[in-house]
């Protein structure tokens, strides 16, 4: 695995390239919906990066819930607030400042990163991918008061979205 | 494991991997074509007719002309359609339904991988189906396509989330049973569910999941009587109005795809998929047969409730999902995990959720018996309230043609 | 395997995309799907980090806020969507520089 590119790394690279290229397709996208889709692409490529790093789990958790589930409520609050779909409201005044502040923050992140000594292991070898049953006994022992928190604050994010979103009494 | 343990011979990876995907685009095309001839039949001895006779030995070659008309009619796009949306939409329906083959055991041996996550997997990558119908819906820029993948959303997210549960409480059932030979890890993989079935199909240990699996594979599926997204008389044929020859024929290579490969799912999960429940080893000839009759006998049935139920309200479909089956499944998951961690024999667990299963229905029964009483008094006290009836679908077939 | 650093500054790349996203789009909801993109960096530096540490600090923490992560990331998007409809129908616009009520 040391010597030269793998596969494995070529196919991470494929993946990233199709990751970024599609976010920035969601950012530039004159169509909400285009970017919408753009952002499916983008999760998928997520998705292939854990895979990649081994983490089964989290790829499938990730195309459950954000590729179909998230994706199917942003796709309809799209529609349901489409009134007046013109392209110049979808970029502010104060553009090419966000995008010099979005720049220097990638420099700082990725001077930052290469300036840092990791420690990673030695060999591949010695990274072993993490099996489910491992990641169950976490959520379930070690992480099991988050793991009722965020089941509460799920059920309390669903009533609060019901109310939201549901119509007034005399809105008819 | 599947071609080169058939063959009897090794061959390279990539060989290898190539002969799988010829054999999966063989097994659908011909799955496909077997399915829409079978439906047209069924169908049509249900109506009391004889269906489709005239093309091959009583019809067999039915599909294979539907296949060429589809393939030789133009292919029209609106002018006002999202082009890359509606271009590419009906390979977004396709893809991930192309995918779920992966895990699925046909026999003990025959499958292109056994996956450890089978179970997540299927519901994974089918789930983002749905983008495609949406997509169709949306880049149609048509308002009867629209209403329809907006339907087709709301349903499949609704029917999902019990489906889901119903399968999370089949796989606790199944790693406790598997924990008794030490390898509970192995419960979500569908082979090794299937695997543990020799004595008892797990019907018999979980009715209700069995109940609201179905259900929830019907509405998956647009199959009637949850057929409203794509209901003509409603809709006028939902999300793909606007498609016409081989776009069209991709949704509906995918929805036959997908209606084979979730009942080959049912059938693993609570029928035994290949195994026999009577008598632990069986060779792959009777594998084969008994894979073959399961899941017949489901399309049957799946077939069947077209011609036999009449089609629902969406809101009563919503209301359906939400307010009965999702409940059930919560309660079956929290028995299923109170029995089991106290170490409950598998019957008391059949027994809860047989008990669990005639509390449904007679919920059911109660609910329509009441609404029966509020419409009669309804109609009584103010008769200008309109009432939506629905009547039964007796529309000939449509299967093969648009 | 592909490096850590590499897959640091790809993860980078990704959450300066999605901040350039909040700082440059008007609608909201677009402004979500840019939230999103930032939530989903991070949750991938997470499980870099586990996987590439877990064998030599002997736990997966990442891996389990990642997962928290995706499903606190649901929750969100439910609510920030609920709270966009209603913005839609209370003011006709899900252009956030029309949402000035509270503003002077």
Known sequence: MEDGVTATQVVFWILAVVMLVSAIGVITAGNIVYAALFFIAALAGVAGIYLILTVEFIALVQLLIYGSAVVILILFALMLTRARERPQALFGRSRPLGIAAALGLMAALIGGIVATTWTTPESSSAIQPVGLQTIGDAIFTIWIVPFIIVGVLLSIALDGAIMLASPDEDDN | MVLSEFAGVSMPDWLDAILRIIFIVALMTIMAFALIYGERKILARFQARVGPTRTGPIGTLQSIADALKLITKEDVRPITADRWAFELAPYMAFVPVFLVFVPMPFTETWFIRDLNLGLLFVFAVLGLNIVGVVMAAWGSDNKYALLGGVRAAAQAISYEIPMLLIVVAVVMVAAGRLAVDGDASAAGSINSIVGDQTTTPYILLQPLGFFIFIIGMLAELHRPPFDMPIAESEVVGGYFVEYSGMRWGLFFLAEYTALFLLVVLASSLFLGGWNWPFGADVGLGLQIVLTLVKTTVMIVLVIGSRALFPRLRIDQLMSFSWKVLLPFAIVQVIANGIILSYGGADWVVGIVSFGLLVALGGLVYYIMRRKQGEGARTVQTTPATPRVITAPEVTPVEAGGD | ?104
């Open chain 3, 1 to 104: 395997m592909p490096a850590l650093e590499h897959i640091l500054v790809v993860n980078a790349i990704l959450f300066a995309i999605g901040a350039m996203g909040v700082l440059t789009r008007r609608n909201a909801v677009l402004i979500l799907l840019s939230v999103e993109l930032m939530l989903n960096a991070v949750s991938l530096n997470m499980v870099a980090f586990a996987v590439y540490g877990h064998v030599d600090f002997g736990n997966i923490t990442g891996i389990v806020f990642a997962f928290f992560i995706i499903v606190i990331a649901a929750a969100e998007v439910a609510l920030a969507l609920g709270i966009v409809v209603r913005t839609f129908r209370n003011r006709a616009t899900a252009n956030v520089d029309e949402v000035n009520l509270l503003k002077w």
